[in-house]
């Protein structure tokens, strides 16, 4: 689903090479339902509107976005190379954050197995990459990035 907010100063002035569904006099004259909508999609965002709302509002949830995203950047950059990010500090997301371990692929499948145990999931890297993914996008609250970050000092103490 996309949502687009035009000026009204620029609706009407489509470029006639321009496909019909981006054609925003149409879409306007139809109240947006030149289409089929997508009921679902929108239902599901309008959930999600309301709930990033009721967090505080687009500057709280990036606010806690980027309070996540340094708790687990700290705790790999402060591992002293156990876990090591491959993405250079200026370029890291806030809501993928990729790692490896300095201890190899075995290492690495031990990792993902006892924090699979404790319902840390979905955290295995990318097929062509491997290492480690944690997602942490607005759904996830500081807790369970918490006790991820919690899992790796425990995991780097006993391995």
Do not use: W
């Amino acid at each position: 689903m996309a949502i687009v907010i035009v000026r009204d100063d620029l609706i009407g002035k489509t470029n006639p090479n321009c496909p019909t569904m981006f054609d925003y006099q149409l879409m306007a004259d139809n109240e947006s339902m030149y289409n089929t909508p997508p009921c679902y999609t929108m239902y599901a965002s309008g959930l999600v509107f309301k709930k990033l709302l009721k967090m505080g509002g687009l500057e709280a949830v990036e606010k806690l976005n980027q309070a996540k995203a340094k708790l687990l950047y700290d705790a790999i950059d402060g591992s002293d190379g156990y876990y090591v990010s491959p993405v250079q500090p200026e370029y890291r997301s806030l809501m993928n954050v990729p790692f490896t371990l300095s201890g190899g692929e075995d290492l690495e499948k031990k990792f993902l197995k006892e924090a699979d145990a404790l319902g840390l999931e979905s955290l295995k890297g990318h097929r062509s990459v491997g290492g480690a993914r944690a997602s942490i996008y607005n759904a996830m609250p500081v807790e369970g990035v918490q006790t991820l970050v919690d899992f790796m000092a425990e995991f780097k103490a006993k391995n």
